[in-house]
């Protein structure tokens, strides 16, 4: 049986972003979870879309009985009137700022791989 761990990097991979699975009274649900449903859309929605659109028409009509949290790139959970075209920026942000920080030091043990 398919896992919801499966379920949401297949939604991250079409729709450009990460979600948190949440049960109707705002709990985290267990990733390990089985038999949810496929997310049966291969295209990701439009940019102008909200947060809480999205939740409505594609997870919620899929997913019945479970709600999701957007999240964007720094980890955050988007609001309702956030656009989707938003919160993928946020993620290319991320990695703009990540690329920008400075390189640690190599450890032995990293410099022998």
């Keep these: 049986m ?5 379920r949401t990097r297949e939604i ?6 990460d979600i948190e699975v949440i049960d109707k009274n705002g709990k985290p649900v267990d990733p390990k979870t089985n038999g949810l449903p496929k997310y049966n859309y291969d295209r990701k ?8 659109e999205w939740k409505e028409k594609r997870f ?3 997913y019945k009985g479970y709600d999701a949290r957007v999240l964007k ?5 988007a609001n309702g009137n956030l656009k989707l075209s938003t919160v ?3 993620y290319e942000e991320d990695v703009d700022t990540a690329a920008k920080k400075p390189a640690g ?4 043990k990293q410099a022998a791989k």
């Design 2 to 6: 398919t896992t919801l761990a499966t």
């Design 45 to 52: 929605t439009k940019g102008d879309t909200t947060v809480a």
């Design 88 to 90: 993928r920026r946020s």
């Design 60 to 62: 919620g009509k899929t």
């Design 105 to 108: 030091k190599t450890t032995k």
């Design 12 to 17: 991250g991979d079409i729709e450009d972003f």
């Design 73 to 77: 790139g720094d980890g955050t959970i």
